[in-house]
């Protein structure tokens, strides 16, 4: 019987030495089975990567997991970020595992619309909570936050979880009342609000009465002359907000005739708060403006509005403009 050379032995050693070493260097690179760009991945808080990559397995039936694990072992930051994850068409273990350590987590957008109110906002969040099947309780700030008008600035927010949701809501409450300061610094003289909550408010009418940006200040400065002369704004969302506590629905006789705290058909002055999100276009108008010549105006039907110094050029732009139609 011929002695096995010692040359093969040499030779099996070497090669499984390269395949242990290929196996090891690609274990990572093989491809989650996933086409669906929208499946997720949670990664639940206290998580570390053993458990990831146990529930990876779980999931997706990886290969070479004693390589996955040795990879993980020697070579891979143990900081990860819990939060769900999309996961990508052809997305290689690695990648994913990157996006995990990095904290690329699966954003949910919340847009709040300008001339909105809060009631609609919150129902718009709950929704996506409900829909995308979150674990997220609202905390008393969040909630506080949506229980009156414009306490944050009306704009897109992404939010991963609820801790997440809670410091955006702070931040942007924080944003707004800088912005209102800063605002305020340039009011001019003649110009009658007294407080930056006034302000809110009188913007809060601005933004459901302009369409036209470049109309904001004109209809401005018609509020702040009344406001000025002691005269009743008339403000026909005014009168929809305190009767319907929102929008879209027909502003008739008994809606103007109602006597609530926000029908400026019925009140003197301003309402007591906000009727909903303004804009900070219509925060600047309100506070930058000052009385201007006309007292009233009249949707031409186009977005754009009819101004009139005295009432009778008032009804004479009503009878062109609405009762022509």
């Known amino acids: 019987m011929k002695a096995i050379p010692k040359k093969y032995p040499i030779a099996l050693g070497l090669g499984f030495f390269i395949y242990c070493l290929l196996e090891f260097a690609t274990a990572l690179n093989q491809k989650i089975d996933s086409n669906d760009p929208s499946t997720l991945f949670e990664v639940q808080k206290g998580e570390g990567l053993n458990e990831i990559i ?23 930051d143990e900081k990860v970020f819990s939060g769900r994850y999309n996961i990508k068409p052809d997305e290689s273990l690695r990648e994913l595992l990157s996006r995990i350590s ?3 987590i699966k954003k949910f957008r919340f847009t709040i619309i300008e001339g909105t109110t809060s009631k609609t906002a919150l129902e718009k969040l709950i929704k996506i909570i409900t829909d995308e099947k979150l674990e997220i309780s609202l905390s008393n700030e969040v909630k506080n936050i949506f229980n009156s008008e414009a306490n944050i600035l009306p ?3 992404y939010f991963s979880g609820g801790d997440d949701l809670n410091i955006l809501i702070q931040n942007s409450k924080r944003v707004l009342k800088n912005y209102l ?5 340039n009011k001019p003289k003649d110009n009658p609000l007294k407080t930056i909550e006034e302000a809110l408010v009188l913007a809060s009418i601005i933004e459901r009465e302009a369409f036209l940006n470049e ?8 509020f702040l002359k009344r406001l000025s002369i002691g005269m009743r704004l008339q403000s026909d969302p005014t009168s929809s907000y305190g009767f319907y506590g929102g929008y879209g629905k027909k502003i008739g006789k008994d809606v103007l005739r109602d006597n609530n705290a926000y029908n400026t058909y019925r009140i003197q002055g301003l309402p007591p708060e906000p009727i909903c999100f303004p804009s900070k276009e219509s925060i600047l108008a309100a506070i930058t403006s000052s009385p201007g010549q006309y007292l009233f105006f009249v949707a031409k039907g186009d977005g754009s ?3 009139s110094k005295n009432y009778d050029d008032h009804n004479k732009a009503v009878k062109k403009y609405i009762y022509s139609k």
């Open 215 to 222: 109309e904001r200040q004109q209809i401005a400065s018609v």
């Open 305 to 307: 509005h009819a101004f």
């Open 181 to 185: 300061l800063e605002t305020w610094r």
């Open 155 to 157: 704009d897109t927010y």
């Open 54 to 76: 146990q529930n990876l397995d779980e999931t997706f039936n990886l290969r070479d997991k004693f390589w996955v694990r040795l990879n993980i072992k020697f070579f891979w």
């Open 102 to 104: 990095s904290g690329d």
